[in-house]
Every structure is written in structure tokens, then in C-alpha cells.
């Protein structure tokens, strides 16, 4: 199954999605915002990707989730919510049967962004607040309801992309953006490829299937069941992905296979240097030695001790939500290279993308920032050198952390141990763990 | 041993043990080469580069894979251990010069210290080869003893013999404190000091550590940007800055690309050392980038739907996507928005810079001067915003002692006219400040002691235009009380005494934050 | 309540070590017991911060100090590192001349070292009562000008001066010898009882009171051949 998904990587990067190699991991050139879509695909995740109108963000999406999950095209383009201020609950989730009604019946009609697993949302910075806010709680979930009824999606992942900022677009606000996993950029793939791109053109015929279309149009049109229902677009699904390995000779996966992906991924340990840099990672992006914990309305006091630390440069506190995200994407990660555990190289590779939007930056933070020369947006760049300051505390004081936290685990188990004690904010949460106040 | 086809191989087999042990350093994958000097590896840009024929050279005692390790195990630990970065090297090697008082003697040291400390953790840490290697390395005077004390700090055996007082003294220092760096290596290049002047009588100094030297060589350009900025931050005087820079001036422009607003630098021209240390300084102190402001339009438009409530009012009810009903949950109603548009184009005036450099105000290339700070600060802040600044740099500006630049982009040149200093009375003219009047009224700051002359003519002059004034004054006395009066009444003056010096900066940007605040 | 670190319980808590750390340890404990010997001196023996010099006090103030430093072990670096921080203060809040000098005499004296160097050139501060009492068999040789009462009561060691002494050079010596490369000041070898002291510079003054031995100024004897005062 690792060489299905490999393949189909390979596929969309040779046929569909030309960009160029912009990471390196385990000695493989990848290209992020492909990877991290596959990824994101694979996790059930929720993936903001940015970029500059027409350089792929939607486009990427929609062959990721054809493939990975075998829908037509022309399926995924109608399922797809566009981001626009009058967008309505009944155009995204679902309106009433206006027959039924008028005879006196509640009986929702669904909408396809609803019963598919792949979402899709185009420019989701263009909807305003609530919308943005409804689509991330049902995908939160997978539960979407609407009048009375309710569907509770067991599969599902989200792309929503964004332009940057203009006149047009409103603001995604943070509680909002915390809920995505990931964000990347869609590039440009530079003048050859841009070229090769204005000859030849993607060609996504290949993921079209004009008479499947219509049969899955009908089986999602029709008045039955939500599982009835998706059992038959399972089956087309079988169907449309048996005519992908014919046509296109790329193999995908069925569901089970999916979710045979993701017990295999879950099973994925991490290494103690992943574990312990993770830790470290915590407790600089959520400590603050005053006010017990980082706050967005509270700021720091003029020379704080720990100012060389990332707490001192961004406003907010961390979410819960990171580590899970950074738990699945390292996982699915470590399983896309064949690794056996989790280690250093693949957390460096998707921290970025991890924390890229749930880091507010300090003013002073960008202002050392945005001038410097860079290959990706502020927002990423500013975070892999957050990561990368972060990589290289680590690198000098990793045994020392995992000793600590190795001693930390005998005092609880009742060894009379002193614990380790040391400046980074890693070991006063330690302190704080074994009940001691830190000094 | 190995033979050369199969050398690639094994260096990339060990190069992937090496760097999992050292948790996955950001660093290219290392290459063999011929190397000119006689020297086991090189670091360019990050790249390292270790030498075919010491390799077999060393492959005759020691495994192939031992020595590509070990020589792999000291370049990742200098990478990730000591110097650390291009600010703390500069540090090092200023600490050694006070001692021996000589560049030479100073960059050798300074080497052989960060040699000792990188190769001290890297052996504290993981089991290395690398003490195997020292045993069959050629040594000089000076390697030898070094190689003493590794004897006593690690506990290996490397064949020394003597040296003993020497290595007793050098084993005292805590290596692998970085706090302690700078004291350490003050002694350490006090003990080693006699040794140096040894090999100096022997032209050993040119020769490089067999190890390889610490050029400046190994950093990219933004970390000597970044190692500059640092240096500019904890550098006591402009004269400590230029001193350190001297040392190294053709390195650092070899090194960096020569850039107008980077290093103020332009075809031809040398590195002025004080206004890079103002540029540095001020690099530290630097305000975001204003954002184009939004503005109300004034008027309000449909924007989204949101259900309608029983008791909410009917006219804004959508029919369409209400499907004809009137309905509690079904029912959809508009909610209006006022409308944004952008905020007047160009937001941000030009900047004029008044700075008094009579002679009661610091050289700045004396001492540091906070005055001059806080002019770069601000016309950094207007720079970086894509507008234009003037400088009116002024002593007493009747008798010639006073430099006019008109605005201007060139951040090199703002910083060369702000740093010049007069050193005579304080007086200006007004037709000066009056020529860099322009259609749009630009900001003023002020950055003065007050001492000035002719302030009664200046304070008539605020009140005459319109400008958004901001003094920035050192100190209290009589003339700043009479200014203070004077402009009690004008809210576009402003007026900041500065208890501490160090405040100015932050004065500064507070208040360009305010103006780019309240801008469109 | 659940461990959270539980992951690393298979992890080998025992640090690598290697002999540096001891080293730096063990040279830190000796430091911080020879400052606080002290610190602890010039708290009871100097009252607000003044000393005097007076014959009682010095010798109180030696026979303090070498109390202080009777269990210590240390070596001759340990001296040097201690010059070090008096003249750095960084450790050491309040560094006072006369204590200061008759504290690292004691340390001399009583080190395991019959020959110890003290590298005094680069420091800021001048040390006074170096050479206290030093005794038979001790070499005390001073890198660097030094300052008042160097080697007085000197009790036979042999005590070399690379460098320019203050005044009152020798006062009091009982035997051994002085060797100063340079000058000396005013008072030189007062009260002195025996021993010898060579100076190849100038002297400005002789000591008034002289018992016993003899001064020499560039290989001649200047005293007790000359009582008179300036040269």
C-alpha cells in the first residue's frame, strides 16, 4: 500500500501538479505542498493552502483527493464550496426538500460537501466568520446537521485554500485557524516548469469519467439512507478507481485500504529524541515564567530571563490541537518513507507546516523577519526558523532534556531522585509535573 | 583500507551515522576532495569538505571508516557546538586579542580554543574516534600541548609526554560552559601564550591547524549579517565594533555581498565600520512593516445571511434563499456590513531628521550615541516603509559645521550623514530645514540636548507649519523648559525627555508606530 | 495521576562523564572555599571597610587567614586563579589590599609547592604583603609591579620581584632574600633583622630603623654602609 500512495505521489508530480522539489527527507527531494496534501489526505486532516491566484492551491487539491480517495473530477467540482460573503447554510450543508416541505415535512437534502469525504473549500477567507466556523466544526467532527437531522461523515478530510490578503477577504481568525493541521503554500514552479505547464497543460482527463459522473450524481441525488447511499458511492468509487489503474495504470486505495493506512500509521512509535524535542518544543511555544503560561492579552515583562526563548517572541499559547496534528503528520510521514519510527528528520519536516498558522508573532518578531531573504511566505519561513533555532537548542541539549525527563519518571515512580534542573523552560515544566515550584 | 571507489559509499554510510547522532544537523552532505593546504577538512558555507589524502593518509593506523567519522564528529560539533555562530567567534577572538595583543597570535588562539571546546563536547557526548585520530596526527608545538590537555580533560592516552604544567592549567577551564567562554578563553590564551610566540619565531602562525582553520569562510552571508548585528548589540563603543571589523574587514566583504542597504557598501568603497555599527545597532530595533490601512466606505451593504428569528424586523428577509417561507430555521435575512476600502494610497510622508552633532552630544564614533540610535531608528522605520528621508545634520551650522542630504532611498548614505559629527556650537538655519520642506508636509523628528542657540527661531518655526514634530531630548535644563512651554499648546509637536539613554530607540519607534498608526 | 514520562523509563539515567567535569568541580569547591576564607577575613578583621596598618593587625590577620586555609587543599593555580578573581571582582564584592595580600601570602606559604609564580602583570589592582612571612625553602617569584610591604617578614624564603616594588620593601624581614629587578620605594628594608635584599633599579629611600642584613643596589652594598637616606 505504501507503493500505491508512492505512486500516486509520483503520478500527480509528473502528470498533474508540476512543482518543484523543496525538501529534502531521508535523502528524498519532495515537493511540501504535495506531500503535506497527500498527507493531509491520508490523516483526514484540515489543510489551508495559500498562494497567489492561479498557481494550483485548488487544483492540488482536487487531484490529491480524486486519486486518494477515487472520486471523478467532475464529482469533486461540484462538491466544492466557493468562498464568497453570500455563501448560506443551504448552499454548504444542506436545505429542506421543498416538495416535503410544502407538504408539511422536515427532510434534508444534503449537500455533496456534505456527504463526501473530500471537502473542498475555495477561498475560505472570503466567507464571512460563521460560515468559516460552521464548516470547521463539521469537520472538527465529521457531524453535520441541519434542521433536525444530522450525518456523521466516518471518513473525511478538508482543503480549504486562500489568496493573501486583499481588499476582498476577510481576516480567518484564530480559533479558526488553530482547527486547520497544516498550512502550505502552492508555488510557482518556476519559468520551465511554468512553460511545460503553458504547452501541455495538466491533464486531467484522465480523473474524469463522464458516465461514472452521472452515476454517482445519481446515487448522491437520491432520497435514501446516508449509509445505503454511500455504500453505492463505495461502490462506484471501486469502480471509477479500477478505471484510473486501466486508463492511467496508477493504482489507488479503496477504503479499507485508507483505513488499513491509518491503523499501520498510528502504530508508528516515536523515538525519544522525537519525543523529547517535541516536549521541548511545548514547553517553549506555551511557558511563560510570570503569568504561570503564555496569554495573547498578556505580554512580557522587560528583560524576562527567557527572551532567547520562543515564548518571548510570539503573543499566544500553543493549542492541544498541535501535537496531535504534529503526531499524525510525523506518523504519516515516517509510513510514506518506510521508517519504523518517528525521529528528528521527520518532525523537522512537518513542524513547519504544523505551526505556520497558530504562531502570532510579536511585532518586533516579524519586524527582524520580513525583510530577510526567503523562499516561502513570512508565515513558514518565520516558523522553520523557529523550528530550526528550536532543532539547534535541542541538538546541544537533548541527552541532558532526556536525561531529565528520565529522572523525572523515577521520582514519580517513588526513586528519591533530584530532579534535573536547567534553563530551558522544558525543565521547570518538569518542576511544575513533580509538584515542585520552580525557583 | 578502503579503496577510493568505495570511499563515497562508506563516507555516506558514515555521514548518516554521524548525523543521526547528532540529531540531524542542517548541513549538506560532506565531500571528498583534494585539498590545497595540508589540512584534514575545510567548512565553506556549511559544505565540508575533508581531504583525500589525509583520509589515506590516517587509513594506514586507523579504519577508513574511524577517520571519516572522526573528522565528520569534529566539523558537525563546531557547526553545532562552538563557535555557535559568526557574533560569538568575534567575541572569542576580541577576548584573545586583549590578551596577546596580536592578530595572529589572537586568530590562533582563538582556532585552538574553539578546536579544544567542539572536540571536548563532542567526546563528552558520544563515543567518538576522534581522540584514535589525534594519537597518529602529525603535531605541532602547539598541538602537542593541546593534545596534553585532552589528555587530562577526556582520559585518553595520545602519546604526549611533558607539557605539564601547561595542560594542568589549561584543564582548569570549564569548556563546556558557554556562559564562561569569554573568561576562559582570555586565560586559556594566557597560558598558551608563551607557545604562540614559539611558533610565531617559526612562521607556524601562517601555517593552519591541521584540523583546519576558522574562516569566516564557514558562514553564509546572513549569519555574518546576523553575527554583526549581534556583535553591534554587546560592542561597548563604536571603537570596539571598529576594531574587531578592522581585523577582518577584507573577510567580511569578501564574504557578504556588497550592498547599499546592507552593508553600506557601493563599487569601490571600503567598510566604514562606524556606520555599519549604527546599521547593526539600529537592525535591532526595527517596527514592522505598515500595512496598506483599510478605511470605513461609510455605507453598508448586504453581507451575509444569518437565520431569522421570530421578532427580528421582516425588510431584510431574503425570499430566494428562503424558499418562499417564513419560517424559524428555514427563514434567511441579510446582514448588513459597512464596506472597506483601502486608506489614502501613500499613507506614510517622507522623514526629516534634524540631529544635532555640536559638541556637548557624543562623538559617535567615540561612544556609542543614543542620539544618533534613535536618528537611525527612526529613518529606518521610514525606509523600510518605502519613503524617503532627509538628514540635517547640525553643529553650528552658520560657521559651516552642518550637512544638508536631501531625501533620499540610500540607506548607506542617510547613515553616513547622520554619523558625521561637527563637534562645535550649536546653531541652526533655517533655510536648511526649510529646503527639505515639500508639498507633502513630512514628519520631523528632533534628536538634540536642547543646548541649542538659536532655539527661539526654531520653536517660531514649528509653530508656523504643520509638521508632525517629534523631539527627542537628553537630559532637562532651561532651554528645554522654554521649548516645552512653547509647545505645550501644539498637538503636533512632541516632545520626549529621556531619562536613560536607552530609552531613545524605543521612544522613537513608539512614536513612528503612533504616526503609522493614525496614518490614512 | 498518570506519568507523563513514562516513555523514558528505559532510558539510563547515569551521565557520561568525562575527567574535565571532575576537574572543573573540583577546582570550583577549592575556589569557593578560598573566597569565602576571605571574604570571611576581611569581615572580622576589617571593621567599616578600613584596615590599618599596624604591626598587630597584620600579624592577627595572617595568623586569621592561615586558620582559615589550614584543611584546604589546593595548588599553586589555585593561587594564581585566586589572584585572578580579586582582581576582576567578580566574585568578590570588596577587595581589599593589605588583607588581600596577607591572605594570598598565607596561601603561598602554606602550598605543597616550594616554587610558585605569580603572574601579576595584566592585573588592574596592586597587591601589597606579598611575601609575608615567607618561609625557608619557599621561591616566591612576582611577574609584574607589586606593591607596599613586599616580603616583609620575610622568614627565609627567596622572593623575586619582576618588577618594581612599592614601599617599605623587606620592613621587618627576619632572613632570606629579595631579589626586585627594578625599583624599589621609599622605606626599603625598615626594621629589617637579617637576610638581604638586592635591588638592580633605583631605591628612593632606605629604611631609617635597619637591625640586621644588608641592602644592595645594582650588586653594591648600600646598607649598612649608607644610613643617609635618599640615593
Redesign the interface.
Known sequence: MRETVQGIYDYIAENLYLSRPDVEVKGRQLSTALLISLLTGLRQGKQLIIGEPGLGKTTSAEYVCALLYRFPLGIIWGSEVSGHPEQTEEKIIGRPDLGRLNLGEEVVVWSHFTLLPVKIVDEINRLPETKQSMILDGVDRGNWGYLNDSIINDEYCLFATANYQDKGTNTIIAPLIDRFDVMVESKHPGANLAYLIGMRGPDGSTLRDERLEQEFLQVLNERIPYNVKMERVERLCDEFGEALARKAGVPTLSRSGRAAIRSDMDGIPFDLDANAFLRMILAELSFCHRYGQKRSHEGCQEGCHFTGYLCGAVRNCISNRFPITVRNFSQALAWFLGDEKVDLEHLLAVLPYTLAHRLQWKDEATAQREKESRADPLAIYMAKQAVKEMHRRYMEQGPLVKNALAVACRILEGEALEPIVGDHPIYREILLDLGKEAS | MVERSDRGDTLRKVWNRVRERHLFPELPHPVLTDSEENVALEIKGKRISLSKDFVEEMSQFLATEEVLEALLDHAVSHYLYCPWDFSTHLKLYSEAKKVLKDRDMAQKATDYFMDVVSDTHCVSKHDSPLPKLYQHMTRSVMDEAVHALYQRIWGVDLGIRGYEEISRKLSRLPYLDRSRWTESIRKFAKVVQGLLEIEERFDGLNKPNPMGGHSLDQYSSEEIEQGLKDFAMDSATPVEFREMIQDFEEEILEATRPKETGMGLGPGRALDADILYYMKLADNYSLPIRKIPMKKSGSLYPHQHVPWEVGKPYQDIDPWTSFGKILPGITQTWKRREGEIYGAEEGTPDCMVLVDSSGSMTNPRQQLSYAVLGAACACDAYLRNEVRVAVYNFSDAKAGGRQLLPYSRQRAEVYRAICHYFGGGTKLLLEDIDSLQTDRVPDIFLITDMQITNLEVLIRYFNEHKNRVTAVHLGDNEHVQTFRRSMALRKHVSIYSVEKKEDIPRIVLGRIREYFGTVG | MR???????I???Q???????R??RA?EDVMDKIVGGYLRLVEDEVKDLVWLVEHSRVVKAYSAAVKGIRDLQYDV?DIE?FC?ELDSSSRIPYMISGPAGIYVSALVNHAQEDRIVL?LR?YQRTFHFLGYRLPEGKVLILQGDVGDFIGAGLSGGRLVVEGSAGNWCGAGMMKGEILVTEHAGQSTGEWMRGGEIHVDGRIRSVGKTLFGGKIYQRGKVLAPQDLSGEI
Open positions: 506519568n507523563p514520562f513514562s516513555d523514558f523509563r532510558l539510563p539515567y551521565k557520561r562523564e568525562i575527567p574535565l567535569e576537574i572543573v577546582k593555580d586563579e585572578a603572574r595584566e
